[in-house]
């Protein structure tokens, strides 16, 4: 019984909502996208006791909730999520499903989409509607300084799974309304393979990296963990945050939270200091949206500096200890 | 017990020489080295392979040079390597690599009781094949695990999900992607380089040895396709300043003062100025 409007679908992913807005960031996007594609938008909410959720998804753009509530979804489950998404896209045969990149997501999105037999798209920084109606998948690829266009020709549905931060959520809009789709949890749904033993929150981590408007990453330039840590200092100073290129986490000379990256995190600071990072793809294309960018590297060639509004020829340690007194002096109230 | 490992080669990126005319990395002139995700893949199963008694079956596909991982797990401990190689792979997705996975498995080492994959590699970073694999196989899987234990019959993972430090249960057979970030992957032993590089127990295999229609792998039987391939956002009008730090970060302050003020929501100019 597919949907008379063609659908866009975004899979609700409500767990750390307070710290995760992926879904609503989707949903937002999802918005743009239906209105090239005449097209609506919808979200897909598994669990228990999920009403608050349901009414921030309409809130903010979904025009239709299909809801499956039952006590078994209580908790996260991969397999029992991938059974219930692959039964109701067989069913309403959405167009699109967006799915945010979380570790769920990452490992959700792929398994549904083999089930339905088609294309998925990892990560992507860009989607929008070509003149054909495809939905065009930007993701950073190939080790390249590049980013490939994909779409999905012939399979339905097109997948993508999007890293949080790329897209804007749109603001909660309390008089917007939505159906509620509500479907029975299947009885002859296949048992979760996977037994949950036990479960707990990891400590809260009081950094957000991600939303932070000045941020000072530092990469293997800064030459060892001791010099890296100066790093904290002028991002104290300056009201900012910790990032840190794959080397630098390698060499554990910061958390593996401080990842900035493609497949870590995306930042979009106003101000970005970056100190002794070459620029690989891996670590660049998480900083595209970044403002304002002052790279320090001992290599005018390298990629890091191309990129920067003011590129600084000289060792990174030594212009960190420089802007550290400087701001000193020029902070003193 | 029966281990497998599926791993791949990925261009060494830190050292890929970069050409600004075309702005892309020359791939072709890059070396190639075992994903670092993979070999912690490994590197686990061989921990736990030693424990458990069991063989490791390492195997990649790729280009036929991808035999040089194999060599390289073999030297590390690994039994014996399948390498897939075709000119019709070329071109797969995640889709038909999972595809294309799963019927070697299922022809050389069908009686596994656990496949281990990298959670994800540093070329493409989909991390969507071994999830996929596992589809493909009808079996279990958790990905992003760093550690395993094995007893009875079943598998015990742990990982850090989304800020939730899990502990899961899994019946074998299953399959885990392994995190990066654990264990330091042991030194190859010289006694090790020379099983590798001796007679080794590697398989080349191609689609026809492993009954696939053509037709389903490579560009053809994969679901997605590239459009085209550009280099984001060309290099900025940049600023370059030299010279001693100190000077430098006065001009940084001189020149930018009002931006960096605005930016950082504080007053930066010197106090004469104020």
Same mark, same amino acid.
């Given at each position: 019984?597919?949907?008379?409007?063609?659908?866009?679908?975004?899979? #609700? @992913?409500?767990?750390?909502?307070?710290?995760?807005?992926?879904?609503?960031?989707?949903? &937002?996007?999802?918005?743009?996208?239906?209105?090239?594609?005449?097209?609506?938008?919808?979200?897909?909410?598994?669990?228990?006791?999920?009403?608050?959720?349901?009414?921030?998804?309409?809130?903010?753009?979904?025009?239709?909730?299909?809801?499956?509530?039952?006590?078994?979804?209580?908790?996260?489950?991969?397999?029992?999520?991938?059974?219930?998404?692959?039964?109701?896209?067989?069913?309403?045969?959405?167009?699109?499903?967006?799915?945010?990149?979380?570790?769920?997501?990452?490992?959700?999105?792929?398994?549904?989409?083999?089930?339905?037999?088609?294309?998925?798209?990892? +990560?992507?920084?860009?989607?929008?509607?070509?003149?054909?109606?495809?939905?065009?998948?930007?993701?950073?690829?190939?080790?390249?300084?590049?980013?490939?266009?994909?779409?999905?020709?012939?399979?339905?549905?097109?997948?993508?799974?999007?890293?949080?931060?790329?897209?804007?959520?749109?603001?909660?809009?309390?008089?917007?309304?939505?159906?509620?789709?509500?479907? @029975?949890?299947?009885?002859?749904?296949?048992?979760?393979?996977?037994?949950?033993?036990?479960?707990?929150?990891?400590?809260?981590?009081?950094?957000?990296?991600?939303?932070?408007?000045?941020?000072?990453?530092?990469?293997? #330039?800064?030459?060892?963990?001791?010099?890296?840590?100066?790093?904290?200092?002028?991002?104290?100073?300056?009201?900012?945050?910790?990032?840190?290129?794959?080397?630098?986490?390698?060499?554990?000379?910061? +958390?593996?939270?401080?990842?900035?990256?493609?497949?870590?995190?995306?930042?979009?600071?106003?101000?970005?200091?970056?100190?002794?990072?070459?620029?690989?793809?891996?670590?660049?294309?998480?900083?595209?949206?970044?403002?304002?960018?002052?790279?320090?590297?001992?290599?005018?060639?390298?990629?890091?500096?191309?990129?920067? @509004?003011?590129?600084?020829?000289?060792?990174?340690?030594?212009?960190?200890?420089?802007?550290?007194?400087?701001?000193?002096?020029?902070?003193?109230? | 017990?029966?281990?497998?490992?599926?791993?791949?080669?990925?261009?060494?990126?830190?050292?890929?020489?970069?050409?600004?005319?075309?702005?892309?990395?020359?791939?072709?002139?890059?070396?190639?080295?075992?994903?670092?995700?993979?070999?912690?893949?490994?590197?686990?199963?061989?921990?736990?392979?030693?424990?458990?008694?069991?063989?490791?079956?390492?195997?990649?596909?790729?280009?036929?040079?991808?035999?040089?991982?194999?060599?390289?797990?073999?030297?590390?401990?690994?039994?014996?390597?399948?390498?897939?190689?075709?000119?019709?792979?070329?071109?797969?997705? =995640?889709?038909? =690599?999972?595809?294309?996975?799963?019927?070697?498995?299922?022809?050389?080492?069908?009686?596994?009781?656990?496949?281990?994959?990298?959670?994800?590699?540093?070329?493409?970073?989909?991390?969507?094949?071994?999830?996929?694999?596992?589809?493909?196989?009808?079996?279990? &899987?958790?990905?992003?695990?760093?550690?395993?234990?094995?007893?009875?019959?079943?598998?015990?993972?742990?990982?850090? &999900?989304?800020?939730?430090?899990?502990?899961?249960?899994?019946?074998?057979?299953?399959?885990?992607?392994?995190?990066?970030?654990?264990?330091?992957?042991?030194?190859?032993?010289?006694?090790?380089?020379?099983?590798?590089?001796?007679?080794?127990?590697?398989?080349?295999?191609?689609?026809?040895?492993?009954?696939?229609?053509?037709?389903?792998?490579?560009?053809? #039987?994969?679901? =997605?396709?590239?459009?085209?391939?550009?280099?984001?956002?060309?290099?900025?009008?940049?600023?370059?300043?030299?010279?001693?730090?100190?000077?430098?970060?006065?001009?940084?302050?001189?020149?930018?003062? &009002?931006?960096?003020?605005?930016?950082?929501?504080?007053?930066?100019?010197?106090? +004469?100025?104020?």
């Amino acid at each position: 019984m597919p949907a008379q409007r063609p659908e866009i679908w975004v899979f #609700g @992913d409500y767990r750390n909502y307070f710290q995760n807005r992926v879904t609503l960031q989707l949903l &937002s996007r999802a918005t743009d996208l239906a209105e090239k594609r005449g097209a609506l938008v919808c979200a897909t909410v598994f669990g228990w006791d999920t009403g608050e959720w349901v009414g921030e998804y309409i809130a903010h753009g979904a025009r239709k909730v299909y809801l499956v509530e039952d006590r078994r979804l209580g908790r996260y489950s991969c397999d029992l999520y991938v059974g219930l998404m692959e039964r109701l896209a067989r069913r309403y045969r959405p167009e699109i499903i967006l799915v945010g990149a979380t570790s769920f997501g990452r490992e959700f999105a792929p398994r549904v989409a083999k089930r339905l037999k088609t294309g998925l798209t990892a +990560d992507c920084v860009g989607l929008d509607i070509d003149e054909n109606g495809l939905l065009v998948q930007t993701a950073p690829a190939f080790g390249g300084n590049l980013l490939t266009r994909i779409v999905t020709p012939q399979k339905r549905p097109q997948m993508a799974t999007v890293r949080p931060g790329v897209f804007r959520e749109i603001p909660h809009d309390h008089g917007a309304t939505g159906e509620i789709v509500r479907i @029975d949890f299947p009885e002859d749904m296949p048992p979760d393979r996977v037994r949950l033993v036990s479960s707990e929150r990891t400590l809260p981590v009081p950094r957000h990296l991600g939303n932070a408007e000045i941020v000072v990453c530092g990469g293997r #330039g800064m030459g060892s963990k001791g010099r890296f840590r100066n790093l904290y200092e002028l991002a104290r100073l300056l009201g900012g945050e910790v990032g840190a290129t794959r080397p630098a986490v390698y060499a554990r000379w910061a +958390d593996e939270d401080a990842l900035v990256g493609q497949a870590d995190k995306h930042i979009r600071p106003k101000v970005l200091f970056s100190f002794g990072i070459s620029g690989a793809i891996q670590h660049t294309a998480g900083i595209v949206d970044a403002g304002f960018i002052i790279a320090v590297n001992k290599n005018p060639k390298a990629a890091m500096m191309k990129m920067a @509004d003011v590129a600084i020829v000289a060792d990174a340690h030594q212009v960190c200890l420089a802007l550290i007194k400087e701001f000193k002096k020029r902070l003193r109230a | 017990m029966k281990f497998v490992v599926c791993m791949k080669q990925v261009p060494m990126a830190s050292e890929l020489p970069w050409d600004p005319k075309t702005r892309t990395l020359r791939r072709d002139l890059a070396e190639g080295m075992m994903n670092p995700a993979c070999k912690q893949a490994l590197e686990l199963a061989l921990g736990l392979g030693q424990k458990e008694g069991a063989q490791v079956t390492a195997i990649t596909m790729g280009p036929p040079m991808a035999e040089e991982i194999l060599r390289e797990a073999i030297a590390m401990g690994a039994h014996r390597g399948l390498l897939i190689t075709d000119p019709a792979l070329a071109g797969s997705d =995640t889709y038909a =690599t999972s595809f294309t996975l799963a019927r070697a498995i299922e022809i050389f080492c069908p009686d596994f009781d656990l496949i281990l994959t990298g959670c994800h590699t540093t070329d493409s970073e989909t991390a969507q094949v071994g999830p996929q694999l596992a589809e493909e196989l009808g079996i279990a &899987s958790a990905a992003y695990v760093d550690e395993v234990t094995v007893e009875g019959g079943t598998a015990r993972l742990r990982r850090v &999900s989304d800020g939730f430090l899990e502990t899961l249960e899994i019946d074998l057979p299953c399959l885990v992607t392994v995190n990066t970030t654990n264990r330091s992957p042991r030194y190859v032993p010289l006694s090790g380089l020379e099983d590798a590089f001796g007679e080794v127990n590697i398989l080349s295999v191609g689609v026809a040895d492993l009954g696939i229609d053509p037709a389903l792998v490579g560009a053809d #039987g994969s679901p =997605t396709r590239i459009v085209d391939v550009t280099a984001p956002r060309s290099g900025k009008e940049n600023v370059v300043l030299t010279g001693a730090p100190k000077k430098i970060v006065e001009e940084l302050l001189e020149r930018f003062e &009002s931006r960096i003020s605005g930016l950082i929501r504080q007053d930066i100019r010197k106090s +004469d100025a104020r």
